[in-house]
Nanobody, 128 residues
Framework: QVQLVQSGGGSVQAGGSLTLSCEYSGVTSSKYCLAWFRQVPGKQREGIAS???????RIQPSVKGRFTISRDTDENTLYLEMNNLNLEDTATYYC??????????????????????WGQGTQVTVSS
C-alpha cells in the first residue's frame, strides 16, 4: 500500500520561499509518477509538477521558473521548492503517486484522475 506523508508549508510573505516534503512508501512498481497538486476552496485540484521514475520532470506554466520538483530516492522523499511566492500561490498542496502506470500527464494538463494515492495536504499561505 502506497503511503504519502507530507511536511512543510506554512505562512510566508510574497516574494518568499518554502519547501514542501513528501515521504513516500510502498512504491514498488518500476514505473511510477510522483506529483504535486494544489487546491483552493471552490476550485478544481490543479496539477503543478510531476517527476517520472526516470527522473524526467515537468512543471506546469502557472509555476514554471519559480517551482522545482525533485526527489531523493535514497530517502524516498519528494520535494517541491517554491520561490518568489505570490498571493495566487495560496492553497492546500498535495503530493500524489500514480498506480504504477508511469503516465504523469495527459497532453498539456495533469488531471488528478491519473493519480491514485494522496498525501494529507498542507496549507501554504502567502501574504502581502
Amino acid at each position: 500500500q502506497v503511503q504519502l506523508v507530507q511536511s512543510g508549508g506554512g505562512s510566508v510573505q510574497a516574494g518568499g520561499s518554502l519547501t514542501l516534503s513528501c515521504e513516500y512508501s510502498g512504491v514498488t512498481s518500476s514505473k511510477y509518477c510522483l506529483a504535486w497538486f494544489r487546491q483552493v476552496p471552490g476550485k478544481q485540484r490543479e496539477g503543478i509538477a510531476s517527476i517520472h521514475h526516470t527522473g524526467s520532470t515537468r512543471i506546469q506554466p502557472s509555476v514554471k521558473g519559480r517551482f522545482t520538483i525533485s526527489r531523493d530516492t535514497d530517502e524516498n522523499t519528494l520535494y517541491l521548492e517554491m520561490n518568489n511566492l505570490n498571493l495566487e500561490d495560496t492553497a492546500t498542496y498535495y503530493c500524489a503517486a500514480d498506480r504504477g502506470t508511469g503516465i504523469c500527464y495527459a497532453g498539456p494538463s495533469m488531471p488528478p484522475t491519473l493519480y491514485h494515492y494522496w498525501g494529507q495536504g498542507t496549507q501554504v499561505t502567502v501574504s502581502s
